[in-house]
């Protein structure tokens, strides 16, 4: 292999080495934020959950309270 042929490969080699770097990086934030939206969600999820039950208690109060009188 020439020595021109080799630099160049050299090159490629180092291009491609810095990409996966980067990518490796980009991958990193891109996992901590889904865990940070999955978080999101999830508590979202538990405080619609307990609005639920609240409003469904209300119901359930102002139904006996309408039977009552």
Known sequence: MEDADLHALTAKVELLIQQLATLKAQNRLLLAGERAWREER????????????????????LKALEQDS
């Open 42 to 61: 999830s508590q979202l999820i538990e405080k619609n959950e307990m609005a639920r039950h609240k409003v469904e208690a209300m119901i359930t109060r």
